[in-house]
């Protein structure tokens, strides 16, 4: 089970009704808040019958609630479900307290003390409490579930005969609701409702209804059909179109849903190959005042830069040098999607050609190098082998000077995997064959004990 939060305070004082009424559990008690204990509670369903509910069940659908700390078992932290009392007056969860005295320990875990009494007694006032406690924030819980699934079918049906200003307001209502509830997303789904709002982009929707509808779209689990009504040519423009024009959430939701639709796919791959979605990746990927616009923008375009006839029209915008130049600006999460993208491109004659131009190629790496991750300097250290490879004594007496030899010869001597420290050591064979062995050994900046 989840770990609960406790109300913050040491009084003993919580909420147990719908109206707001703050009870201290003497308070509880007096009033005959409890009324008698079961071990369920009877909760009424939508149709009137009444339903059983255990405990175990209402906590589990209740598992982000803020918990009264007087429920809270201070062994486990968690809800208690049978609270039992020590002869010091403390209680805890049965099962975690029978499970202290059976490794050996005759005290109270709260406070240290020497028991003078093994019994253990329910503490049955409080198991009452507990299960009316979480009874009525159930009930609550399934009245707001029933309200908001009301509504998201109400917007389904409006959505079906209006247009214009109307058609946006029902969308942008629902995308709220959506994003909101998880209860709203299975209403649209079991009620149609990705055909009807899917159906609202084609080759003449406004932006504004396409932000909207893709706002929802990306918050869905869609099914393979979902899916293949959206990957028509025509959405998948629109969806492009408005990436490039959307504001930056539009643009973050733009990039999750073609992302969504494309992840597992063997074929297809070529309605992603639009110059315009990859410029618009790029724009996204170079505005840095947004990391999670970033991120999206590099997930997407990793994802399309694993696939080989893909990788041309990527490196054919120029994205290369772009990408380069955004390296040191990237936390370590775009960093290596950054690098797992500048890889797949180095695999190509025109993109280790397009590293080799770019000035800051070498230094950055050289700089990447044993500083973020194992799998970072993996990538950087296959980009440098690609690009020194085309040219060896121009390019490696410019990684040399940016102090490569040094850097190889930490990574030869870490603990990092054996394919690492191979390729190292073929990488700085290859930068030493253009100085004399006592030149090489300053440039790699040794000590004499190193040496």
Known sequence: MPMYVPSRGRGEEFDVGGGGQVLDLETAVKDGILGGGGGVVGVHGVGGGEKKLSLKKMMEELDSIEVPSVFICPISLEPMQDPVTLCTGQTYERSNILKWFSLGHFTCPTTMQELWDDSITPNSTLHKLIYSWFSQKYLAMKKRSEDVQGRVLEILETLKKV???????????????VSAHDSAKKTVI????????????????????ASEAIGILVHLDLNSDGKANLMQPNKISLMVDTLNEGSIDTKINCTKLLEMLMEGK??????????????????LIKDKRHPNGVLSGLRLLSLISSHESLRNSIVGIGAVPQLVEVLPNLNAECLELALVIL??????PEGALALMDCRSTIPNMVKLLMKVSESCT??????????????????????????????LLLVIQSGCNPVLKQRSAELLKLCSLNYSETIFISKCKLTKTMQ
């Open 378 to 407: 993996q990538f950087a250290l296959s980009i440098l082998w690609a690009v020194c490879k085309l040219a060896p004594e121009k390019c490696s007496s410019v990684a040399v000077e940016a102090g490569l030899a040094a850097k």
């Open 343 to 348: 890889e797949a491109l180095s695999t190509l």
């Open 190 to 209: 079991d009620n149609s409702g990705v055909s009807l709002i899917t159906s609202l982009l084609g080759p003449f929707t406004k932006h504004v209804v």
């Open 163 to 177: 247009k214009g200003e109307a058609r946006v307001q029902g969308l942008k209502e629902l995308r709220q609701v």
């Open 266 to 283: 063997d074929s297809e791959w070529e309605v992603l190959s639009s110059l315009s979605l990859l410029v618009g990746l790029l724009r």
